[in-house]
């Protein structure tokens, strides 16, 4: 049916979700709860400066300092807040290193666990249903949806984080990579490698 | 083959203001986070009771769903104050000229 008699040249009305943060937001700020420049830089932070390069940079530094990877292994947080990536949700990492023997696939069962500081907003099929059932119960499968395969001995451990726990997967260093500088490994390192549903390769 | 690492972003602007939101009233104090992952979970199961859930917009839904109840629980908003600017919102939305700027009128708490 047409619209008649109504003006078509009006703003094109948001969803109802999105309709419903705009009512928050309001009530909010109004309130003083919130302010809206304090919103607009976490929007930004979480955009734009928090982000898997963060994480790629531990990776890389774990591959090229043996201290540091002694250190990660030791205490992850500290490690990690060493590099400057401190942050809500990184506050009680550890660090899973991949080897020929065990792949380690990071997945949050309850909600959405991440490691914010070093990894930054989880994708949307972290978040999804199927890869949260699926990354326990069918590991392996779910990696060949990533294109992953595995060596034929190497034995997958699944980690489960919790609002206390979060994990970061220390991919295994690839083949070609020998004398590289740190920043150039690190601009190798993927953000799926490190939820271990993705390896590394030159 | 090497693919380059994709920035954090968010899908959705609504996504980012949403995420924002929670997090500014966790840093005020006003929930703890452990609280927060707790309802926000509840919110998840309550919507994938229908059906699977994508982790996208979805997902913020279940945010937004789990703002909207922790802050009504405590009294920090009213449900109908929150009711009513969201319809002052749509009534903004619905009589400003396309281009211009969107001022819904407010809605105070007595």
Known sequence: ?202 | MNTPTPPANFEAPWHGQAFALAVALNEAGVFGWSEWTEAFSESLDALRKDQPLNGADDYYTAWIATLERILCDRDVVAAQSLAEMKANWTDAFNTTPHGKPVHPKMVHEG
Not at chain 1, 10 to 35: M, Q
Not at chain 1, 61 to 83: G, H, M, N, V, Y
Not at chain 1, 87 to 107: D, I, K, L, S, Y
Request: glycine residues 6%; negative net charge.
């Open chain 1, 1 to 202: 049916m047409p619209h008649d008699g109504h003006d078509h040249s009006h703003s094109l009305l948001p969803s109802d979700p999105e309709l419903r943060v705009r009512a928050l937001e309001s009530i909010l700020v109004n309130k003083g709860l919130v302010d809206p420049a304090a919103l607009n830089v976490l929007i930004d932070t979480y955009e734009n400066k928090i982000g898997p390069k963060n994480g790629a940079r531990v990776v890389a530094k774990s591959w090229t300092d043996p201290e540091f990877r002694a250190r990660l292994q030791d205490d992850a947080s500290a490690a990690i807040a060493d590099l400057g990536y401190v942050g809500r949700q990184g506050e009680h990492m550890v660090a899973v290193e991949n080897t020929p023997e065990q792949h380690n696939m990071v997945v949050c069962t309850l909600c959405s666990c991440y490691p914010w500081p070093v990894l930054g907003i989880p994708p949307a099929w972290y978040k999804s249903d199927a890869y949260r059932a699926r990354a326990v119960r069918e590991p392996r499968a779910v990696l060949s949806e990533f294109g992953v395969s595995l060596l034929p001995d190497q034995k997958i451990r699944v980690w489960d984080s919790t609002a206390e726990i979060r994990y970061l997967v220390i991919p295994m260093r690839p083949e070609g990579s020998e004398g590289m500088p740190e920043d150039e490994l690190a601009a190798l390192v993927t953000r799926d490698s490190m939820i271990g549903t993705g390896l590394v390769s030159v």
